[in-house]
Each structure stands twice: as C-alpha cells, then as structure tokens.
C-alpha cells in the first residue's frame, strides 16, 4: 500500500491492520518459543500493536508484567505477597496433595525469596525481530511511494 501524501497520517497506519497483527503474531510465537508461554497465556492475549497519533509511533502494549517475566527476580527481593501466590495456585488449577494452599504458596514464596525466579529473557529478541519487520515493510512502502511519485511525474500527458 503506498504512502498516504497527508504528512500528518502515521506511517504504520498505511500499513494496515493486517502488518498489525502480523507484529503480534512475531511477538507470540517469540513468547511462546522463547519464554515458554502457554498459547493462551494472559501475557501472550496482551500484545497488541497500534499506530499514535503522532507521524511516526508504533507502540507496542502488554500486559504490565512483561519486562519481569523477560528479567526474572532476583534472590532476597521483597516477598510476594501470599494472597497472589494462592490465586495464581488456583487460577492454575494446582492440587497440593501434601500440603494445603495456603502452606504451598508459603512454601513457593519462601522459594522465590530465597532462589529468584530465572527470566525467560525475550525482551532484546522481541525489539530486534519487531524493529527488523517494521524497517523492511517501511521500506518497501517507501519504494513503492517513490516509484508510484516518479510514474506520475514521467507519465506523458
């Protein structure tokens, strides 16, 4: 699709929705193959791709976990609290079959206290991959903005 020539249309709004949701598939199956992500992950049903107002923004939204999950936590860090630990238990359908809920998200917390959680680091691999796809398909929408420009300008009338 060519360029609109309005300077105040977002260039990634000429790409259309289907380059959208192409980035949005890139960042899942990076999340998936990298991070080891369930497919039907609350992180992974987060990203989503939407052009600003501004002339040139792409903004790139997730859920607000994103950057911990890619970092992990560090050992001795402030504990989770254990009412998260015990929903996260339950949303997951954990059975404890030695100990209650409650002691296991005890136990879980201690452990991460203790240990950190190792991160899957995917956030270098994301802004690579994302950044590579957007500068082909900007490019390739400039050159045919150009070539369609100097068609219209040799065009013998």
């Known amino acids: 699709m060519a360029v609109d020539g309005n300077r105040n249309v977002n260039l990634f709004t000429n790409l259309g929705r289907e380059f959208l949701k192409e980035l949005q598939l890139i ?15 609350d992180l992974l049903q987060s990203v989503e791709f939407t052009p600003e107002n501004s002339r040139d923004s792409l903004y790139m939204y997730v859920n607000n976990y994103y950057r911990y999950v890619s970092k992990g936590r560090r050992p001795k860090m402030k504990k989770i609290p254990i009412t998260a630990l015990i929903t996260w238990i339950k949303k997951k359908r954990i059975t404890p ?48 903005y150009i070539a369609d420009s100097l068609f219209t300008t040799f065009t013998v009338k």
């Open 97 to 144: 079959t030695k100990y209650s809920t409650n002691q296991l998200a005890f136990a879980l917390q201690n452990s991460i206290y203790r240990n950190g959680i190792r991160g899957k680091n995917f956030i270098e691999l994301v802004e690579e991959t994302v950044l590579d796809k957007v500068e082909t398909e900007v490019a390739n929408d400039l050159e045919l």
């Open 27 to 41: 960042v899942q199956q990076i999340l998936i193959q990298k991070g080891q992500q369930e497919r039907n992950s």
